[in-house]
C-alpha cells in the first residue's frame, strides 16, 4: 500500500485523538480576544514586567516545539534545551559577528535546527521510551560542554558568552525596544502556533497521532514511521531553535552555562502542566515555568524551590491533564447545558 493511502488511513486512526470540530463564528472571536489580549501587555505593563511576558511566550514557543514531538507523536525527548541553545547561538553569532539583522538571523536559525533535529531523529527509528529519553538527555548534557570548547570559542566566547543589544523599531514606530520585542516575539510565535494547528490538522497530523497510539495499526496501514518520526523531530527542533533565538534578542546575552539540563527539564514541565498534546496548553506550560517559579521566591527566598515542588506536585494531583484538560472539561460541560 503506498505511503499517500497511509497517510489517508491516518484520518481513521487519529480521530480518537483529534478535537471536536469548532463552529467558524467561535473561532473567529477567539482569535479576536487572543489579539487584544496578545497587544493590550504592550501598553499597560513596565519595561520589566513586559520583558518577563516576553519571556514566557518565548518559554510557551518552546514547549509548543517539545509538544510536537512528545505529545503528538509520543516519542519521550529530554534534550530540547540543546535545540533551544543551538538556536540562541547562530542568531547571536550572526548578529554579533557578521552584523546581521535579527529578522534575517531566524530563517538560517530555523533551517539549522531542523537539520540538527532531522538528524537527532534517526536514533528515534531504533530507540523508543527511555532509551530515547536517555539520548535525548545526553544531547542535552554535552551541548553546553560543546560551546565551550576551545576550538569554537573564537565563535561562542567561551564561558564569557556573547553579549547582543536589542533591535529597535523602525523608524515611524513610536514603540521602546521593549514593547518592539515584545510585539516581535507575539508576531513569530503567532505565526509558529498557526502553522502548528494547521500542522496537526492535516493528514500528516493524524498519521503523527496514528503513530503515537497504534503504531503497529499505522505501519500495517503502510505510513512511513520512520519518515514521519524523523520530520516530527524536526518540526519540534525548528520551533524550540526559534524560540531560543527570540530568547538570545530578548536576554541580550547568551552563555553556555545559560542552556544546561534545567532547561530541557523546564521545558518538559511546561509541556505536562499545559497539557500534552495541546497547542493551547503550551501557552498556559509557559507562563507557569516563567512566573510559578518567582510566585515560590517571593513566598520564600529561603527555599524557593521546596515551594516550586509543593506548588507543582499539588497542580499535578488537582489537574493531573494539565490546564488544557481543565478547559476541555469546561467546554464539554457548557456544550452540554447548550
Keep these: 500500500m503506498?505511503?499517500?493511502?497511509?497517510?489517508d488511513s491516518a484520518v481513521e486512526l487519529g480521530a480518537i485523538a483529534a478535537p471536536a470540530a469548532t463552529p467558524a463564528w467561535q473561532r473567529a472571536l477567539l482569535v479576536l480576544l487572543g489579539l487584544v489580549a496578545a497587544i493590550a501587555p504592550m501598553f499597560m505593563l513596565?519595561?520589566?514586567h513586559l520583558f518577563q511576558l516576553t519571556m514566557a511566550v518565548i518559554m510557551a514557543l518552546a514547549v509548543l516545539g517539545l509538544n510536537i514531538v512528545s505529545g503528538y507523536n509520543g516519542q519521550i525527548s529530554l534534550g530540547h534545551g540543546a535545540f533551544f541553545a543551538v538556536g540562541a547561538y547562530i542568531t547571536a553569532i550572526l548578529m554579533s559577528h557578521w552584523d546581521w539583522s535579527f529578522w534575517a538571523t531566524l530563517p538560517f536559525s530555523a533551517a539549522i535546527c531542523a537539520a540538527v533535529g532531522f538528524a537527532i531523529?534517526?536514533?528515534?527509528?531504533?530507540?523508543?521510551?527511555h532509551y530515547l529519553a536517555l539520548t535525548t538527555f545526553s544531547l542535552a548534557v554535552a551541548v553546553p560542554q560543546i560551546l565551550k570548547h576551545k576550538s569554537i570559542e573564537d565563535w561562542t566566547g567561551g564561558v564569557q558568552g556573547l553579549f547582543l543589544v536589542k533591535p529597535e523599531a523602525p523608524?515611524?514606530?513610536?514603540?521602546?525596544?521593549d514593547q518592539w520585542m515584545y510585539l516581535v516575539t507575539v508576531i513569530v510565535a503567532g505565526a509558529c502556533f498557526l502553522l502548528?494547528?494547521?500542522?496537526?490538522?492535516?493528514?500528516?497530523?493524524?498519521?503523527?497521532?496514528?503513530?503515537?497510539d497504534h503504531p503497529t495499526a499505522a505501519e500495517a496501514m503502510g505510513m512511513d514511521i520512520g519518515s514521519l518520526k524523523t520530520k516530527a523531530f524536526a518540526v519540534s527542533a525548528m520551533i524550540t531553535g526559534i524560540a531560543g533565538s527570540l530568547s538570545a534578542v530578548a536576554i541580550e546575552f547568551v552563555a553556555p552555562d545559560s542552556f544546561g539540563f534545567?532547561?530541557?527539564?523546564?521545558?518538559?514541565?511546561?509541556?505536562?502542566v499545559g497539557g500534552v498534546a495541546s497547542i493551547l496548553g503550551s501557552l498556559f506550560g509557559g507562563l507557569f515555568v516563567l512566573f510559578v517559579p518567582n510566585i515560590a521566591e517571593a513566598i520564600s527566598k529561603a527555599a524557593p524551590g521546596v515551594i516550586y515542588g509543593i506548588i507543582?506536585?499539588?497542580f499535578l494531583f488537582l489537574l493531573p491533564d494539565g490546564f488544557a484538560g481543565l478547559l476541555r472539561r469546561v467546554a464539554n460541560r457548557l456544550r452540554g447545558r447548550a
Aim: no cysteine.
Design 2 to 7: 503506498s505511503a499517500s493511502k497511509g497517510l
Design 46 to 48: 513596565e519595561s520589566f
Design 121 to 129: 531523529g534517526f536514533p528515534a527509528l531504533r530507540l523508543a521510551g
Design 171 to 177: 523608524a515611524g514606530i513610536a514603540l521602546s525596544p
Design 196 to 212: 502548528v494547528a494547521n500542522l496537526i490538522r492535516s493528514r500528516i497530523g493524524r498519521a503523527l497521532m496514528a503513530t503515537r
Design 262 to 272: 534545567g532547561v530541557s527539564i523546564t521545558l518538559f514541565v511546561g509541556m505536562v
Design 312 to 314: 507543582l506536585i499539588a
